[in-house]
């Protein structure tokens, strides 16, 4: 018997793995006035960077192991949640302190949402194209960072980094 392809989970899966890499790469194209509000060294930003990286696996691992216990589309929608979240906290953000919380929620979300929509996809599909879906998901990393790319070009000068940071923690309608 021939499934049929769960598209509407798919494209939740794959706008919700586009924009949490969206939301993870965003800061490596706005750091310049950050960095400047905040007064931080070359050192400082790197540190930054790799925040949300290194707290994106933490996310995998704890949204894992809640997804079992909970349900996965419910945490799925969770972690969209929380990197948005993220985003709108480092974009409110009063201080360095604040803004460092922010990345480091958008890491959670982001680690939490990739692990959790890869599994629920490859779950959802048929064994025979379970490999060209997870590689069609994987094709919404170079698309957020693009994304991430013209909004920093475009968008970063008009509207300073706040508002774009504001903007991005819009994914959360994804979630909702």
Known sequence: MVQTFPFRLFLY?????????????LFAYIKDPISRDFH???????WLLG?????????????????DRYGKRSMLATTVM??????????LAPNLWVFIFGRA?????????????????????????RGRAA???QAGEPLGAAL????????????????????SSATAMLAL
């Open 82 to 91: 929380i990197y948005s979240l993220g985003s709108a906290v480092c974009g």
């Open 135 to 137: 590689a069609l998901l």
């Open 148 to 167: 991430a790319a013209v909004v920093g070009f475009l968008l970063l000068p008009v509207l300073g980094w706040r508002a774009v940071l504001l903007g």
């Open 51 to 67: 925040l949300a990286l290194s707290t994106s696996g933490l996310g995998g691992i704890l949204a894992g192991i809640l997804a």
């Open 105 to 129: 929620l958008v890491g959670l979300g982001v680690g939490g949402e990739w692990a959790i929509g890869h599994g629920l996809v490859a779950e959802a599909v048929e064994s025979r194209i």
């Open 13 to 25: 899966a794959f706008l919700g793995w586009t924009f949490d890499f969206y939301d993870l790469v």
């Open 40 to 46: 931080l060294s070359h050192s400082a930003e790197s």
